[in-house]
């Protein structure tokens, strides 16, 4: 059997994990991201944290030479540069990450390969978990922001400028407030991400007048179970943009089928109704039977997606 590492790069965690050709996680460890230290010295962390597991590979007989990498940011997967990224991790823009972690490893600048976390996600799902052996998948995944990924043929459509899978940021006609867009965190305003996000929520809620103490989306979920009709209101709104959304996605790439992922989808049923209803109503007829399947791996999809990259590749 071969066995690559996995690496899962956040904004505030990195976990990384020995994953099998068969897509089982043998053993995961995980560190905080030093999210305002720099490229260099988040590298140097990541390294020992792989070098870490790879001795606990080691002392279990296995030789492990392999590692795949899902990161925040838009990662150029051809040369394994991050292009560019939030503040969410200061100076990540320009890091080789593939190149950087390969020397410090020692290993083959070949045997390391990166892509973007949401598509590290979505191919973790579409290998191993939701949508294993399906010819193709949309994964959307709602929480603190709004992403997806198509999965064609195994390989998550990355786009000409590694920029695919961008789904928050088009028009939604849910993200209007008085007649005005609602301003996105991209800058731009009367997008997905402005409406249907956990931050989207929770702004919703106070829009609409909600005075109880709500820090956040997790705090508007409890005050829905609560019987609070703002907070019902907000969750409703941001799921039916949600699920609007992603029926328009699924009528333009016609997936086998679409999954749904993040934060959000973890509430359960009071997200996901209104969620499923919205896209349902969104498909075409010749649509109807698509599958909307809840994501299967978790926390740890990234983490196979990104072994998966190497795991297919020659050496
Ligand atoms: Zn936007």
């Given at each position: 059997?071969?066995y690559?590492?996995g690496?899962?790069?956040?904004?505030?965690?990195?976990a990384?994990?020995?994953?099998?050709?068969?897509?089982?996680?043998?053993?995961?460890?995980?560190i905080?991201?030093?999210?305002?230290?720099?490229?260099?010295?988040?590298?140097?962390?990541?390294?020992?944290?792989?070098?870490?597991?790879?001795?606990?590979?080691?002392?279990?007989?296995?030789?492990?030479g392999r590692?795949g990498?899902?990161?925040?940011?838009?990662?150029?997967?051809?040369?394994?540069?991050?292009?560019?990224?939030?503040?969410?991790?200061?100076?990540?823009?320009?890091?080789?990450?593939?190149?950087?972690?390969?020397?410090?490893l020692?290993?083959?600048?070949?045997?390391?390969?990166?892509?973007?976390?949401?598509?590290a996600h979505?191919?973790?799902?579409?290998?191993?978990?939701?949508?294993?052996?399906?010819?193709?998948?949309?994964?959307?995944?709602?929480?603190?922001?709004?992403?997806?990924?198509?999965?064609?043929?195994?390989?998550?459509?990355?786009?000409?400028?590694f920029?695919?899978?961008?789904?928050?940021?088009?028009?939604?006609?849910?993200?209007?407030?008085?007649?005005?867009?609602v301003?996105?965190?991209?800058?731009?305003?009367?997008h997905?991400?402005?409406i249907a996000?956990?931050?989207?929520?929770?702004?919703?809620?106070?829009?609409?007048?909600?005075?109880?103490d709500?820090?956040?989306?997790?705090a508007?979920?409890?005050?829905?179970?609560?019987?609070?009709?703002?907070?019902i209101?907000?969750?409703?709104?941001?799921?039916?943009?949600?699920g609007?959304?992603?029926?328009?996605?699924?009528?333009?790439?016609?997936?086998?089928?679409?999954?749904?992922?993040?934060?959000?989808?973890?509430?359960?049923?009071?997200?996901?109704?209104?969620?499923?209803?919205?896209?349902?109503?969104?498909?075409?007829?010749?649509?109807?039977?698509?599958p909307?399947?809840?994501?299967?791996?978790?926390?740890?999809?990234?983490?196979?997606g990104?072994?998966?990259?190497?795991?297919?590749?020659?050496?």
């Amino acid at each position: 059997m071969m066995y690559a590492i996995g690496v899962d790069l956040g904004g505030t965690k990195t976990a990384a994990g020995v994953v099998s050709a068969a897509g089982e996680v043998l053993f995961t460890e995980a560190i905080p991201t030093l999210n305002r230290a720099g490229g260099g010295a988040i590298l140097d962390t990541t390294a020992v944290l792989v070098s870490g597991l790879r001795e606990r590979a080691a002392a279990e007989g296995m030789s492990i030479g392999r590692v795949g990498i899902g990161s925040a940011g838009v990662i150029d997967a051809g040369r394994g540069v991050v292009i560019s990224a939030t503040d969410a991790i200061l100076g990540w823009a320009g890091t080789e990450l593939t190149g950087g972690l390969a020397a410090r490893l020692g290993l083959d600048p070949q045997a390391v390969r990166a892509v973007n976390d949401v598509h590290a996600h979505a191919l973790g799902e579409a290998w191993a978990g939701a949508a294993a052996g399906r010819a193709s998948a949309l994964l959307v995944a709602f929480g603190t922001g709004v992403g997806g990924s198509f999965v064609l043929g195994g390989q998550p459509v990355l786009g000409h400028r590694f920029v695919g899978g961008h789904v928050g940021h088009f028009a939604s006609p849910y993200a209007f407030h008085e007649g005005a867009p609602v301003p996105c965190v991209c800058g731009g305003a009367g997008h997905v991400e402005a409406i249907a996000s956990g931050p989207a929520i929770r702004g919703t809620y106070l829009r609409l007048g909600g005075t109880a103490d709500a820090p956040d989306a997790r705090a508007v979920f409890a005050l829905a179970g609560a019987n609070d009709a703002t907070a019902i209101k907000a969750v409703g709104i941001g799921a039916g943009a949600a699920g609007q959304a992603v029926g328009g996605l699924a009528n333009i790439l016609d997936p086998e089928v679409v999954v749904v992922s993040g934060g959000l989808s973890d509430a359960g049923a009071p997200w996901w109704r209104p969620m499923e209803r919205a896209l349902r109503a969104e498909l075409l007829p010749a649509l109807a039977d698509i599958p909307v399947l809840p994501a299967k791996l978790g926390n740890a999809a990234a983490m196979i997606g990104a072994a998966r990259l190497v795991l297919t590749s020659p050496s």
